[in-house]
C-alpha cells in the first residue's frame, strides 16, 4: 500500500473577541468624570450629615473597578478561549482521522499480535483523540454562552452607569450652585443648620437616587456571581480530558 495522505493540522492563538452587542457610547465619557463628581458629592453628604440627614458617602474608585470589571468579567478573552476550543475540536478530529487512515493504510500482508496490537493502538487513539475533541466543543458552548451573558450584563451596567453619571452630574451642580465663593461649604453647611433639610430636598433626592442606582448594581453583581458558579461548574468537564487522553 502507498502512504496514507494526511490532512494538515494548523493550530494558532485565536485573536481576541469582539463585541457583539451594541454598547453605550456615553459610558467612557461619565467613568472618566465620575470621580471628580463623587468627591463634589460627597463633601455635600458630609454637609447635609450635619443636620441629620444620615446619607452613606459615594464608594471609592472608578466606576469601571467598582461595577464593571467584577460584573462582566472579560468578555472578549472568553471568546477568545472559545475560539480556542473550536479549533481544538477540529484539530483532534482531523487528527483522528489521520490516525484512522494510517490504520487503513497498513500492509495487509503484516498480520501476527504485533500488527493487531498496532491496529488496536492506532484505534484507540483516533477514538480517544475524538472523544476528546468532543469534550472540548462542548466546553467551547459554555464559553460562548459565558461571553454572550457576560457582554449583555456590561451592557445593562452600561446603561444604570449612564443613569447613575445623569444623576451625579445634576447632584454635582446642585450642590457646587450652593457652595460658590471661597467659603461656600461653610455657608452651605450653616444654611442646612439653620434652614434645616427642606430647603434641600432636591439634592438629598438626588443622592438617595444616586445610592439607589449604586445598590441596584451590587444587587446585580451578586445575581451574576451565583450565575458565575454554576458556570464554573459546566466547566469542569473539562476534568474528564486526562483520563481520554491517557497512554
Not at 476528546?132 to 458552548?141: M, N, Y
Not at 454562552?145 to 444604570?160: F, N
Amino acid at each position: 500500500m502507498g502512504v496514507p495522505v494526511l490532512a494538515e493540522i494548523r493550530l494558532e492563538e485565536p485573536g481576541r473577541g469582539d463585541a457583539q452587542l451594541r454598547h453605550d457610547a456615553t459610558f467612557t465619557a461619565w467613568d472618566d468624570a465620575f470621580s471628580t463628581m463623587r468627591d463634589v458629592v460627597n463633601r455635600g453628604i458630609d454637609a447635609v450629615n450635619e443636620a441629620g440627614a444620615g446619607l452613606r458617602r459615594l464608594p471609592e474608585g472608578s466606576l469601571e473597578e467598582l461595577l464593571i470589571l467584577p460584573l462582566t468579567g472579560d468578555y472578549p478573552a472568553i471568546r477568545q478561549n472559545a475560539a480556542a476550543c473550536h479549533d481544538v475540536r477540529d484539530a483532534l478530529g482531523t487528527w483522528s482521522d489521520n490516525v484512522l487512515r494510517l490504520g487503513l493504510a497498513t500492509e495487509p500482508d503484516w498480520g501476527g499480535r504485533a500488527a493487531a496490537a498496532y491496529l488496536l493502538r492506532l484505534g484507540a487513539l483516533g477514538l480517544a483523540a475524538r472523544g476528546a475533541g468532543e469534550v472540548v466543543a462542548r466546553g467551547s458552548v459554555v464559553l460562548d454562552e459565558v461571553a454572550r451573558v457576560s457582554e449583555a450584563v456590561g451592557i445593562r451596567v452600561e446603561k444604570l452607569v449612564v443613569e447613575l453619571g445623569k444623576t451625579l452630574v445634576r447632584l454635582a451642580r446642585r450642590i457646587l450652585s450652593k457652595v460658590g465663593g471661597p467659603v461656600g461649604w461653610g455657608v452651605f453647611a450653616l444654611e442646612v443648620l439653620t434652614q434645616g433639610l427642606d430647603a434641600i430636598t432636591d439634592i438629598i433626592d438626588d443622592v438617595r437616587r444616586v445610592l439607589e442606582l449604586v445598590d441596584t448594581l451590587r444587587e446585580l453583581h451578586a445575581t451574576v456571581s451565583d450565575w458565575v458558579g454554576e458556570q464554573r461548574e459546566r466547566l469542569e468537564l473539562f476534568a474528564e480530558l486526562p483520563a481520554l487522553l491517557r497512554p
